[in-house]
């Protein structure tokens, strides 16, 4: 069964930091592009972060760069987010997602994980 799961969502203060994983099984994430995508209810999914399938390329949303970091660990096969400097802003449900396409698109994602919640708060 091919699954994504994410965690390490959870609620912290403005400018705080948070690091989500993202473990795949049933196949392996290097064949794979694999992003994070965030949604905020009543709103359209945005993509924040993507890995490409041959992991030579990566890029963020405008409104994250500089603050978070996309890594993976190909033994572990797991995907994380470092996100330092939040803000409420991104506040969203938090979906890791893979294609065997060379890169990510929201419309093209095959796989998706069920999301992980982040809230930024005081």
């Known amino acids: 069964q091919l699954q994504l799961v994410e965690s390490g969502g959870g609620l912290v203060q403005p400018g705080g930091s948070l690091r989500l994983s993202c473990a795949a099984s049933g196949f392996t994430l290097d064949y794979y592009a694999v992003g994070w995508f965030r949604q905020v209810p009543g709103k359209e999914r945005e993509g924040v972060s993507c890995?490409?399938?041959?992991?030579?390329?990566?890029n963020y949303a405008d409104s994250v760069k500089g603050r978070f970091t996309i890594s993976r660990d190909n033994a572990k096969n797991t995907v994380y987010l470092q996100m330092n400097s939040l803000e409420p802003e991104d506040t969203a449900v938090y979906y890791c997602?893979?294609?065997?396409?060379?890169?990510?698109?929201?419309?093209?994602?095959?796989?998706w994980g069920k999301g992980t919640l982040v809230t930024v708060s005081s």
């Open positions: 997602a893979a294609t065997t396409s060379t890169w990510c698109s929201s419309t093209r994602m095959g796989y």
């Open positions: 890995f490409s399938r041959s992991g030579g390329r990566l």
